[in-house]
């Protein structure tokens, strides 16, 4: 069985999507999972869960694993609870138990780190650690601009790879330009010694946002087009002021309001607004300020399969709170799990390193 | 004087001599019809008209200043221009007079707040009462005194009115008139910036002449005075108020009306109820009731009987009973045996007593007759609708007698005659004899109820005050330190610290500080328990995924000490957690709500109600002032509708009403102890089975900003 701690050098890398496109893509092979320090919390049933973890069980279909193990595959979240339950060589048992009791009968045993690289060293949960105690290899997934690729690749090379680890190599993500960035990177990251197993390029779908999401996050009301909620918002208008006139005559001729897929965000008695929207290749709409519009927009809404999603916060909350939001990888997101099963095909030397 | 010592308001009332400040010879003006009213009224006791101008009017010399009459003045009636009034004031204070009426108005029921309190100051530095400014004088029939410029004759009579508003205390005067209802005194109490209502009934209630007391009010300062001077007034005579400014709006209209803030309706219908006073709607209903009132003796027994001769007006003062809680005598066997002789076959001895429209006048004196003899009834209502049969010219006739049978028996009876012309004369005749007929039955029977709404609270009022002995120190401890944390407001645990003080079950809670901790403390709680962040930066706990409830073992709460933690910082990053409070997890009971506020009116109030998150919904909630009894704890809780909840609804055990009340009890304790506590909602209040105590699941407990404030 291989052995893999997955980590990167800054948060929201892609280091779940990364496994998520592995595992979706190498149907001859059997993978395990576990992501011993969670970040992102999820409480139900009075346990925790890490969501990240909580989407791998799921793609690798292994739910009552996560039932029976759940305690195993995320150890925890915050340092006090931690302490609190493992000394340093409850650590090192509960590391070996992950090999052990999750990762048996596998191909391959991914270990996602916390939130970056440093995540965990207090508890010697951090990447590096995990990697030396379970005699594994480590894979390090670096993203952002090219400076910053550079920056977290040099890093890597004058001190991660000298700490005696099996360092597996570097997967490159979300480059923005792969033609700019092979030509001016790639020399320089070769000059490195680092191993490379893949640079993936951007790809914008992966940060949209499926209207179920959007009303399971925002704990919205769906007033209509319930049936039409797997719709991809890849835009955002925000209708607030009223010097803004959605006019049909006016939104196409301006190249920014145009396009298909926008989200329309607006307070539910803007009416205008809200019937441009309709009479447009609009994804969905949000409503806020918990104000329900008349009865004939709701209809021609169902009429035209557009979701409408109603809030109570106002418009300027609403819009906040869905910038802030990250677009998590969900099991029902096909379209996504099948574009990143593409990208590592495509851009990785994956199936090389997993021999 | 000693100044510290007030003057007796008898000499308001009863003055031996009266100034009036402004009288004039233009028949006019105020000054004359006020100075012409007391002459012409009957007063027996020296009247000195006052105006630099000089001269005489209708033969009395004027004199020029106040300071020029030789005599002692008890009372002095200033009728003069606003800006004089300030002048004259200092002259009556250096006079000596006992009291003033200042008639004139333009003071704090326009703004001008701070020349009335100059008046006052004045006034007060040389023991001078003030009633008013913007009052338009009085009437008393012990000194044959009126010094109102009313222009209608006052009669005398029983009833005292005291009026908010001066316009409408003129009307009431010829209203008064019109409705034969004689006065034993009216006065405006005007702006109160001295005199108020509280004072005026100290004299009212030892006055012979005055049966029952009549109170138009449209806000209330001294809201804890006027509780006592009613609780006294309504122990020797009914009193009948009303009050507007009901609406938001209509409070908005009294406020600038009269310079006072009128106070939550709620609330002062509620302690109107708790003194015994009687709430009416209207005028009419307050006269109608006034006429009632001074001819009704204390009922030997609640059985009402209806006698009529026609069955829908019989129904229709059924009704009305049961709406104003007149209880109709339900003996069959013992009706039967009483009416049957006077009833025809084709009629019915069921209350009501249907004499049928055969009836004349002799069958009407026979039923009366028998209900006013009878031992075992303690009211008639009398119903007539006009008929061929009755010949209504004798109607007047007929009640004349049956009426005075019934004033000798002591017994109250109250007549409603339906019909046309005739009938209408003798209504009119009998109102000239004030014998209390009407032709509505609603108001026939609203008199009735209000009689034996008064009589109950007579028969169950005590003046006895239940307290608990709370631990003051330890709650100002607690205050102490919220205050210099610059909080106007109690964390949860400083709440609980409270309600513990006076001895109100919590449940048991400590706050931890560490997973260790949380352990810990619920092991010595004891499983199931609920965690809760205690943070000041985070208000609304359960928002912020703040609060889990029922965790059964040591792993729940870790994992949730860990997920409240994970949630609130998430929530607010910047949030200052203390830490996070372990509590025993309540168990279900019927869910209540206690709590109590220091109304700017009426001072401290306490509250109950049908508890939970739907209180604001349901607004199923009583109110009293404080201090109160356990029996008064208890009539707050038969109030409310949710009250057969607690006596064991759907086959469920009776709850723990006598804990309930404690905990009122309780809350109002520390309400009237603590001054510095402003409001205390304690919601909910889980009410378990008889015995079985109730517990305070959450209290919220507001403090004034500064200590200095309250002390």
Redesign the interface.
């Known amino acids: 069985m291989k052995k893999i701690v997955v980590s990167s050098m800054r948060r929201n890398s892609g280091k779940t999507s990364i496994i998520a496109g592995i595992v979706s893509l190498m149907h001859d092979k059997k993978f395990a999972y576990a992501k011993p320090l969670g970040d992102r919390?999820i409480?139900r049933k009075?346990?925790?869960w890490d969501y990240d973890a909580s989407l791998m069980v799921n793609l690798l279909g292994r739910q009552g694993e996560m039932e029976s193990h759940c305690e195993k595959i995320t150890l925890?979240?915050?340092h006090?609870?931690l302490k609190?339950?493992y000394d340093k060589e409850g650590i090192e048992r509960a590391l070996a138990e992950i090999v052990t009791d999750i990762g048996a009968e596998n191909d391959v045993l991914f270990i996602e780190s916390g939130k970056d690289l440093t995540a965990g060293a207090y508890l010697n949960l951090d990447a590096v650690s995990m990697t030396k105690s379970i005699d594994g290899v480590l894979v390090i997934v670096v993203s952002g601009d090219d400076d910053c690729v550079l920056d977290d690749m040099r890093f890597i090379e004058k001190y991660v790879k000298l700490e005696g680890v099996h360092f597996g190599g570097v997967i490159i993500n979300k480059i923005s330009d792969i033609e700019e960035f092979e030509a001016s990177c790639t020399p320089v990251i070769r000059e490195m010694g680092l191993d490379v197993i893949g640079a993936i390029p951007y790809e914008e779908p992966l940060t949209y946002f499926p209207l179920d999401f959007l009303a399971d996050k925002l704990l919205a009301r769906v007033l209509a087009g319930e049936e039409h909620l797997k719709n991809i918002a890849r835009t955002i208008l925000i209708g607030t002021s009223a010097t803004f006139v959605a006019d049909k005559e006016q939104i196409p001729a301006r190249p920014e309001l145009s396009g298909t897929g926008q989200l329309m965000i607006t307070g539910g008695d803007r009416s205008d607004l809200i019937l441009a929207a309709l009479e447009r290749d609009t994804a969905g709409i949000i409503l806020t300020n918990d104000i329900v519009p008349h009865q004939n927009i709701i209809s021609r809404a169902n009429e035209r399969g557009i979701p409408v999603l109603l809030v109570g916060t106002d418009t300027f909350q609403t819009a906040r709170t869905i910038d802030d939001m990250e677009p998590l990888l969900r099991k029902q997101d096909t379209g996504k799990i099948s574009l990143l099963s593409q990208l590592i095909e495509k851009h990785t030397n994956m199936a090389e390193f997993l021999k | 004087m000693d100044n510290t010592t007030p003057y007796d308001i008898q000499y308001l009332f009863e003055p031996k001599s009266i100034a009036v400040i402004g009288a004039s010879q233009n028949k006019k003006k105020i000054g004359y019809a006020v100075f012409n009213n007391i002459v012409s009224g009957g007063y027996q006791g020296n009247v000195f008209p006052v105006s630099p101008k000089g001269g005489d009017v209708d033969g009395h010399k004027i004199f020029s200043d106040i300071l020029d009459i030789d005599e002692e003045i008890d009372c002095a009636s200033i009728v003069i221009p606003a800006d004089l009034v300030k002048d004259a004031v200092k002259k009556c204070a250096l006079k000596k007079v006992k009291f003033l009426q200042i008639i004139t108005s333009g003071f704090s029921e326009v703004g001008n707040v701070h020349e009335e309190k100059e008046i006052f100051d004045i006034a007060s530095q040389a023991g001078t009462r003030i009633v008013g400014p913007n009052m338009f004088g009085l009437y008393s029939r012990a000194a044959s005194l009126n010094s109102t410029f009313s222009a209608a004759k006052i009669s005398p009579g029983h009833v005292a009115i005291l009026t908010q508003s001066g316009a409408l205390g003129i009307a009431m005067i010829s209203k008064t008139a019109v409705a034969n209802l004689g006065l034993s005194a009216i006065i405006s109490i005007g702006n109160k910036c001295d005199v108020d209502e509280a004072d005026l009934l100290a004299y009212l209630i030892q006055n012979d002449d005055t049966k029952v007391i009549f109170i138009y009010i449209e806000g209330v300062k001294k809201g804890e005075r006027l509780i006592e001077a009613l609780k006294v007034a309504t122990g020797k005579k009914p009193v009948i108020v009303i009050k507007s400014g009901k609406s938001k709006r209509g409070a908005q209209a009294a406020a600038s009306h009269t310079g006072s803030l009128a106070g939550s309706d709620d609330i002062f219908d509620a302690i109107m109820k708790q003194c015994g006073v009687l709430r009416a709607e209207c005028l009419e209903d307050a006269f109608n009731w006034c006429k009632f009132m001074i001819s009704g003796s204390a009922p030997r027994t609640r059985n009402t009987v209806i006698v009529t001769n026609g069955g829908g007006v019989g129904v229709m003062a059924t009704d009305a009973c049961e709406k104003y809680g007149v209880s109709l005598y339900d003996d069959q066997a013992a009706l039967r045996g009483l009416y049957e002789a006077v009833t025809p076959s084709f009629g019915s001895t069921k209350n009501p007593i249907d004499l049928t429209g055969a009836a004349g006048g002799t069958e009407y004196t026979r039923a009366f007759s028998v209900t006013a003899e009878s031992e075992d009834i303690g009211s008639t209502i009398g119903l007539y609708c006009e008929t061929a049969t009755f010949d209504s010219g004798n109607l007047a006739q007929m009640i004349q007698e049956t009426y005075a049978r019934h004033q000798k028996n002591g017994k109250p009876i109250s007549y409603a005659l339906i019909g046309g012309k005739q009938v209408e004369n003798a209504i009119t005749a009998l109102i000239a004899e004030r014998i209390p007929v009407f032709n509505d039955v609603e108001q026939a029977v609203s008199c009735m109820g209000a009689f034996y709404r008064y009589h109950n609270y007579l028969d169950e009022v005590s003046r006895k005050i239940d307290e608990y002995a709370v631990d003051t120190a330890a709650i100002n401890a607690v205050i102490d330190r919220a205050a210099g944390a610059g909080r106007t407001f109690l964390l949860a645990n400083e709440g609980a610290a409270v309600l513990r003080a006076a001895d109100i079950a919590m449940p048991q809670s400590k706050i931890a500080r560490?997973?260790?901790e949380a352990?810990q403390f619920a092991g010595e709680i004891g499983y199931p328990v609920v965690l809760k962040v205690v943070s000041k930066d985070i208000l609304h706990k359960s928002d912020a995924?703040g609060v889990?409830l029922d965790?059964?073992d040591e792993k729940?709460v870790?994992?949730?000490?860990?997920?409240i933690?994970?949630?609130c910082r998430m929530y607010k990053p910047n949030a200052v957690i203390e830490g996070i409070e372990v509590a025993e997890m309540v168990k279900k009971g019927i869910e209540l709500i206690i709590g109590a506020r220091r109304d700017p009116s009426f001072g401290p109030v306490i509250m109950c109600g049908l508890g939970g998150i739907y209180v604001e919904i349901m607004k199923d909630i009583s109110f009293r002032a404080v201090p109160i009894n356990r029996s008064i704890a208890l009539s707050m809780l038969e109030e409310i509708r949710s009250y057969p909840l607690l006596l064991g609804a759907r086959g469920e055990e009776k709850k723990d009403i006598e804990s309930v009340i404690d905990t009122i009890i309780k809350i109002g304790s520390i309400i009237r102890t603590c001054e510095r506590i402003t409001d205390i909602e304690v919601n909910p209040i889980e009410v378990y089975e008889a015995k079985s105590g109730i517990k305070a699941v959450d209290a919220r407990i507001l403090i004034s900003r500064m200590k200095e404030d309250t002390q």
Do not use: C, N, T, W
């Open positions: 919390l409480y009075k346990r925790s925890g979240f915050d006090s609870r609190y339950m | 560490s997973i260790q352990v995924g889990l965790l059964d729940e870790i994992v949730g000490y860990e997920a933690m994970h949630h």
